[in-house]
Nanobody
Framework: QVQLVESGGGLVQAGGSLRLSCAAS????????MGWFRQAPGTEREFVATITWSSGNTYYAGSVKGRFTFSRDNTKNTVYLQMNSLKPEDTAVYYC???????????????????WGQGTQVTVSS
């Protein structure tokens, strides 16, 4: 089992920045990838970004590419999502996720993740 705890959400004006953190505990040594997803009211949970735990390779959704940066600190078992140039449409609950299963290809599907955090609210005002 892997436990995930997010932090860092809040209220920010459009154009501002926030950094989300996700601390992992438990069987973290078996993690292949971690991801961030978000869900706005009335919508499905959508992919934001993913990072391969061993290599640090990242992949982003087109809507956030160039504005968000996903990084990891292996020594702390923590990942970060730096969000810059925030827009009102970025408003959502952001969820951290972890996958302990190897899949070929990009970890952009919710189905590839077994572990989820409780979510943290990000609100961007216009």
């Amino acid at each position: 089992q892997v436990q995930l705890v997010e932090s860092g959400g809040g209220l920010v004006q459009a154009g501002g920045s926030l950094r989300l953190s996700c601390a992992a505990s438990g069987r973290t040594f078996s993690t292949y990838a971690m991801g961030w997803f978000r869900q706005a009211p009335g919508t499905e949970r959508e992919f934001v970004a993913t990072i391969t735990w061993s290599s640090g390779n990242t992949y982003y959704a087109g809507s956030v590419k160039g504005r968000f940066t996903f990084s990891r600190d292996n020594t702390k078992n923590t990942v970060y999502l730096q969000m810059n140039s925030l827009k009102p449409e970025d408003t959502a609950v952001y969820y951290c996720s972890a996958s302990g299963t190897y899949y070929s290809g990009i970890y952009s599907s919710r189905n590839k993740y077994e572990y989820w955090g409780q979510g943290t609210q990000v609100t961007v005002s216009s």
